[in-house]
Structures are given as C-alpha cells and as structure tokens.
C-alpha cells in the first residue's frame, strides 16, 4: 500500500469492470445523480455483463497467477552496501 500511495499508482493487479461498479456506488451513496432513465451505460455498465465480467475475471486470474509465479522467483537482497569506505 506503501507503494501505491507514494508513488500515486493505481493497484496493477485490479479489475476494472469491479472498480467502476464500486466508485459508481460511492459516488451515488456520496449524492451524485443517478443517470436511470437518460438512455446512456455508465463506466460500470461492463460489471453486469456476464461475458464482460468473466472476461475481466479471467484477466485477473492470469494476472494473479503471474504475480505468484514473480513470487516464487523472487530472491530477497539485503540493504545497497557503501563502495567507498573511509577511514576514521
């Protein structure tokens, strides 16, 4: 989290289909208009889409299974050491 909130980055891992339907439902609890009625899909439209959100689903999956394959893989190096040594 640390990472993200620092550097300003989206989650790389996240659906997209899944954050739109849950800001729109923020935003709607926070009092934006609802647009029922207008004849226009909103950026969260693609979540009630079965095919659109197993698709989604099956990206994050991928993605998922990519991030533990990076895991495995991943080797932990200590702390940058100093090249320069001075003497006290």
Sequence with gaps: MWHLLTKEQDYFWARAAL??????QLA?????????????RGSAHAYN?????????AVAENAE??????????????PKRRTDRRSK
Excluded: F, I, T
């Excluded at 954050?19 to 729109?24: D, G, P, S, T, Y």
């Excluded at 709607?28 to 226009?40: C, E, N, Q, S, V």
């Excluded at 889409?49 to 689903?57: A, E, F, I, P």
């Design 65 to 78: 299974r990519a991030y533990e394959l990076m895991l495995r893989h991943w080797r932990p190096r200590g």
């Design 49 to 57: 889409v079965k095919s659109l959100r197993n698709s989604d689903k």
């Design 28 to 40: 709607l609890k926070a009092g934006a208009p609802g647009d029922r009625g207008l004849g226009r």
């Design 19 to 24: 954050v739109a339907a849950k800001q729109r």
